[in-house]
């Protein structure tokens, strides 16, 4: 099943990756080092001949990042890549996270490190792409600190081949969440119940619950999804919407609902009705 997710996730990205010849090898930036942290663009022509990128974060023994959204506590990443040259447009790509209760508080997580694929495009395929990143993301382990680092990249147009950056770009896109419904994991049509959002995860042969990460809104601030009840592969789960806004209509408000079950993880974009 693994190799069905990351052919989804290559998939995701292939249409505005660029294609290097077999005979390219790879190209890897210094470490930033930040706190409890160091950060490096690394990139690599994968296996399908697209080019391969991607921000690689390692973190003290015991240490943890966040996800795009954090849940109760934490500091979303922040990756800024204006400062590029011939970069059209870059999106950063965020493999299922962890989520992680202390006691006091439930976040998403990424233990130890991650690699974060990244979505480039660049304003002419045939010269070079200079990558300058600026990132600023929170570590935690018994306390939250902020971290900060900068990277810088030039990417040929036809880069070095590595086979570990190549292996780490391929497992990270391979943990991006694909579309729902996937082969394996399905995320139900949302509905309204006064102010909770209900919804059903399909996990076919499945002996657990998927975990299920939910956003909303730039300014919601939403729980996580509590799965009430489940039979035959089917869990039924409710989302309370109370964390929005004050006056913040919920007809018409968008929900991002991800769904991991092992190392599959699944997405869906839904509207409130």
């Not at 930036?29 to 391969?52: F, M, V, Y």
């Not at 300058?132 to 810088?152: H, K, N, Q, T, W």
């Not at 299920?212 to 809104?217: D, I």
Request: net charge negative.
């Amino acid at each position: 099943m693994l190799s069905h997710a990351l052919a989804a996730a290559l998939a995701l990205v292939s249409a505005a990756l660029f294609v290097v010849p077999d005979n390219a090898a790879a190209e890897t930036s210094a470490w930033s080092q930040g706190d409890e942290s160091r950060l490096r663009l690394i990139a690599a022509p994968l296996k399908d001949g697209t080019l391969g990128a991607a921000i690689e974060i390692e973190l003290t023994g015991g240490w943890h990042t966040y996800w795009r959204t954090p849940g109760d506590a934490g500091i979303p990443p922040q990756f800024d890549f204006s400062a590029s040259e011939n970069l059209a447009s870059v999106q950063v790509l965020y493999p299922a996270p962890e989520r992680y209760d202390d006691g006091t508080s439930v976040s998403n997580v990424y233990h130890d490190g991650v690699v974060l694929p990244l979505n480039l495009s660049p304003t002419d395929a045939t010269k070079p792409m200079t990558l300058r990143l600026s990132a600023f993301y929170g570590v935690c382990r018994e306390v939250c600190i902020p971290a900060e680092g900068s990277a810088e990249l030039t990417v040929p147009e036809e880069p070095q081949a590595d086979a570990r950056a190549r292996i780490a770009i391929a497992a990270a896109l391979a943990r991006v969440p694909r579309p729902s419904p996937g082969e394996d994991l399905a995320i139900g049509p949302v509905k309204l119940s006064g102010e909770t959002a209900e919804f059903t995860v399909t996990a076919e042969g499945a002996g657990r619950a998927p975990v299920v990460f939910a956003e909303g809104p730039e300014s919601w601030f939403l729980p996580q999804p509590e799965m009430v009840s489940g039979e035959d592969g089917t869990f039924l789960y409710r989302l309370p919407l109370e964390g929005r806004p004050k006056g913040a209509s919920l007809s018409g408000a968008a929900l991002t609902l991800t769904a991991v079950l092992g190392g599959h993880a699944v997405e869906l974009h839904s509207d409130l009705p």
